[in-house]
């Protein structure tokens, strides 16, 4: 029987992932770790996928954080999501065969890429990794509503605190440990174009975080210090993450 702790390394986390969502059987994750695959390093900053590109790949984050972004004619740029070791990065290229948007290193990340071709002759074949898919991106979209709920209606307090709790709660499900033992990698200027802020703005609103207990900073570092203070802080519902799907 298969055991998902003998995966190969890189495809434990992503069948973590997926089982955080969706019911898979022994033999379909022993499939899915079965899958031909590459492993890849890359530096912050470094492109893991181009907008106007064609994909033919499915890349899964094994450690580190990347980031999409869409970027104005005039330079602008707003990050429009935040990517946690164990996501599969381009699940849309199935469907979808240029890339929309770019996807960045955000920290030094190590990349378990997977060929679409061959997740999708894996999708034909197995129902139950079908839906998982399907899932996976469903769940996306609904992070991306709440994004735009986030960014457009609520104040700056609440925006950051319901930021560092939905990655506290997406980095928990997989066991990579949420923000209370680990530290956000996001600088100021990065966390401004997440929240349609500025970075004094940002700047300002860390500062109040901190002083109501919410947040701990350590250098540039900054984890979660009381959970609790966070959610009411952000008023924070998780029923747009699923996490009871399975």
Not at 55 to 65: K, Y
Not at 123 to 130: C, E, L, M, N, S
Not at 192 to 218: F, M, Q
Request: charged share 25%.
């Amino acid at each position: 029987m298969f055991d998902r702790d003998t995966a190969p390394p890189g495809m434990g986390i992503f069948l973590a992932k997926l089982l955080s969502h969706s019911l898979l059987s022994t033999e379909d994750q022993a499939a899915i770790a079965a899958l031909p695959h590459q492993t890849r390093h890359l530096e912050p900053n470094d492109y893991i996928l181009r907008e106007g590109d064609p994909s033919d790949i499915c890349p899964v984050l094994r450690s580190g954080f990347a980031y999409r972004q869409k970027i104005t004619a005039s330079g602008g740029r707003e990050i429009v999501s935040i990517k946690i070791p164990g996501d599969p990065l381009d699940f849309q290229s199935m469907y979808l065969r240029t890339v929309d948007h770019n996807l960045q290193a955000l920290t030094a990340v190590e990349l378990t890429v997977i060929m679409i071709s061959d997740f999708e002759r894996l999708v034909q074949a197995r129902p139950a990794i079908a839906r998982a898919v399907m899932v996976d991106i469903l769940i996306e979209a609904s992070i991306g509503r709440e994004w735009l709920l986030n960014n457009g209606r609520r104040n700056a307090l609440a925006r950051l605190a319901h930021l560092f709790c939905e990655l506290h709660f997406r980095l928990h499900d997989t066991g990579s440990g949420g923000l209370d033992i680990r530290k956000m990698p996001l600088t100021q200027e990065q966390l401004a174009d997440v929240l349609g802020l500025t970075p004094v703005h940002v700047n300002r609103t860390l500062k109040a975080l901190e002083r109501s207990g919410g947040i701990a900073r350590d250098g540039r570092g900054i984890r979660i210090a009381d959970l609790k203070s966070l959610i009411a802080t952000a008023e924070f519902s998780d029923l747009y993450l699923h996490r009871d799907q399975s």
